[in-house]
């Protein structure tokens, strides 16, 4: 069994240090009492006067088992140190072993039973006992990473059998019952051999106390703690309790009745004080767990509400993004056969002066509409992302040129002093031509439009660092400090004084700012403050230009070659008349249709040379025409 807990601040010096403080400890009994018996001092041998002196091939095994555990303690001990200690260990097995034998044959060595030390002290003989342990103890540290069926652990087995042993001797130590059980053939293991098995045992436990029976002690649990506080005390309070109690009735202070009944209660007394004090510390820890999972119930609960709050608000904003665009192509729909009857009556012949500049007004205002509605479904393209990017290697001169030409009238109108430099030597990036051409005209016409009568802009193009840059200086209205940081955000133009003066919706920028950021552009703005103008930088990385580069043609109205018959499909029956009257203005013949099935049917009883269709229409789509064509 392998148990993990929340925290090994106490697991990991348990199966760290204690292994080796045990076998130190062991070591250095063992070699104390090898130096007293080389060195013939006999307080070395047994630690006190009378007391049972150890063994020293007892003291040799006990040496040999200590350093075992020492390289067999890491988990992820060397394999040379691993096998050193293994041999160790199958020595220290064959040691009890062949002590087991001997003590079946009636002749036994001699050497197993040393003479008494000067003072009268008994030598302990390795009798049964101990070399069960030794066999025990050099078994659990050959397996100690063995495991069998079922997560059954040889070695907490042997080494839990060589600790009750070891308990039983101290047992009778502190009750003096040793000279019951000593006779002129055998003499009982030392209380230094009892101790030191002791620890020998606890080590080699706690060696793998990550695993198996002990990974609930050392645990972090109610369990690991209870048993951490108490089994120590079951093992201890007998034999400190006993000890005290043969020690007082042996120097007369109370009769064996009386100590009986004293002992009893002083064991009663100070496990109820141990039980109770490990109850109140376990209650402690309980009322904060209870406390802690009322705080994490808490805390889930308002993430659980966030999380509802959130798909809220983004099904909110989905909402809002899918009213947008309904909104938007409901708009545009209509103000499409009005900007074309606008534009149709604004180039009639027949027209009076008057009543062509009324029309030409109209058209400037259905356009101005038609690209306030077109910035909204660019936005909602752009959040819901639904927008398509064609990229290819563009040439930005190309572009720039088209872009001033666009808006030419423009400039002309307020005599503004247009200032060009075309300095970048590498002028063709990769982007979306069309997405590109949106971005350089907005700033050129915002520009134009924040710029007074008689001012100057400036477009300067430079290459920095391997990218192209476009700069764009005009001397208009300019923006406040506070407001550049949110001039790129939709629906704002800095003062609502100039939202007022010069109208918009204040995508524009956002728009653009977007789009570059998907083609891997950048644009920053710098303004020295209101009416001292404002700059505008975009970036772009540049590219090799093209062997046979593709450049961009000026805008210019060529008239057709030659009359065309064609098909026009649309829903929308006011579209479908006003974009009907442009065509045969151009001098084409054109049949129309209101749905999917009447143009079908048109395209087999009749030859076109081209097809114009909307895509959304009541019974099908545009490409199911496109594809029966």
């Not at 089994?231 to 043969?246: F, K, N, T, V």
């Amino acid at each position: 069994m392998l148990l993990r807990t929340d925290s090994d601040s106490l697991k990991a010096p348990i199966t760290q240090v204690a292994p080796l403080a045990t076998s130190r400890l062991t070591a250095a009994i063992a070699v104390t009492v090898l130096t007293g018996w080389i060195a013939q001092i006999d307080l070395l041998k047994n630690f006190a006067p009378g007391m049972i002196a150890m063994n020293p091939f007892t003291a040799g095994g006990l040496l040999a088992a200590s350093v075992a555990l020492f390289l067999r303690q890491p988990v992820d001990a060397p394999k040379m140190r691993t096998v050193i200690g293994q041999l160790l260990a199958g020595a220290i097995i064959v040691i009890g072993g062949l002590n087991l034998l001997y003590h079946h044959d009636v002749a036994a060595p001699r050497w197993l039973m040393m003479a008494p030390l000067a003072d009268g002290s008994l030598v302990e003989v390795n009798g049964v006992r101990i070399s069960l342990s030794f066999v025990l103890i050099g078994a659990s540290l050959l397996s100690l990473n063995w495991k069998m069926a079922r997560g059954f652990r040889p070695a907490e087995v042997a080494c839990a059998v060589t600790a009750v042993i070891a308990i039983l001797s101290l047992v009778a130590y502190s009750h003096y019952l040793t000279g019951l059980y000593t006779t002129r053939t055998y003499t009982p293991a030392s209380l230094l051999t009892s101790v030191s098995f002791f620890l020998l045992a606890t080590g080699i436990l706690l060696a793998r106390a990550d695993r198996g029976t002990l990974a609930i002690v050392v645990s972090e649990t109610a369990a690991g703690m209870l048993a951490r506080r108490l089994i120590p005390l079951a093992i201890l309070l007998p034999i400190l309790i006993g000890a005290l109690r043969q020690t007082a009735e042996r120097a007369g202070l109370y009769d064996p009745t009386f100590g009986a009944a004293h002992s009893a209660t002083t064991f009663m007394v100070l496990f109820f004080a141990a039980t109770w004090w490990t109850t109140r510390m376990l209650f402690r820890i309980d009322t904060n767990r209870m406390l802690a999972e009322g705080a994490r119930q808490k805390q889930e609960e308002q993430v659980r509400q966030l999380n509802i709050e959130k798909i809220a608000a983004e099904r909110a904003s989905k909402a809002k993004d899918d009213f947008l665009a309904v909104l938007s192509h409901e708009l545009r729909t209509p103000l499409t056969p009005a900007l074309a009857a606008a534009s149709y009556l604004a180039e009639h012949e027949d027209l009076s002066p008057q009543f062509r500049e009324e029309v030409t007004a109209i058209r400037a205002s259905v356009q101005l509409e038609a690209r306030l509605i077109d910035d909204l479904l660019d936005l909602t393209r752009i959040t819901r992302g639904k927008i398509e990017l064609h990229l290819e290697v563009v040439d930005v001169h190309g572009l720039l040129r088209n872009s001033l030409e666009i808006a030419r009238d423009n400039i002309l109108e307020k005599q503004l002093d247009l200032v060009v430099d075309f300095g970048a030597e590498r002028h063709h990036v990769w982007a979306d031509v069309v997405r590109l051409q949106q971005v350089f005209w907005n700033l050129i016409n915002n520009a134009v439009k924040f710029t007074k009568k008689n001012g100057r802009i400036t477009i300067r193009t430079t290459n920095e660092q391997g990218r192209f840059v476009f700069k764009i200086t005009d001397t208009g209205v300019g923006i406040e400090p506070e407001q550049l940081d949110r001039i790129f955000r939709a629906f704002e133009q800095g003062e609502r004084s100039i939202s007022r003066k010069f109208g918009g919706l204040g995508l524009g920028l956002t728009i653009s700012k977007r789009l570059l950021e998907l083609q891997g552009g950048t644009i920053t703005v710098h303004s020295e403050g209101l009416n001292r103008g404002a700059s505008f930088k975009l970036t772009l990385a540049s590219v090799e230009s093209p062997k046979t580069a593709s450049v961009s043609r000026p805008i210019t109205d060529e008239g057709p070659t030659k009359s065309l018959q064609l098909l026009v499909v649309e829903d929308h029956p006011q579209t479908l008349r006003v974009l009907a009257a442009l065509l045969r203005k151009q001098g084409h013949k054109v049949l129309t249709a209101e749905c999917v099935q009447a143009a079908i049917k048109l395209l087999e009883a009749e030859r076109f040379d081209g097809l114009i269709s909307d895509i959304g229409l009541p019974d099908g789509n545009g490409c199911d025409i496109m594809r029966a064509a």
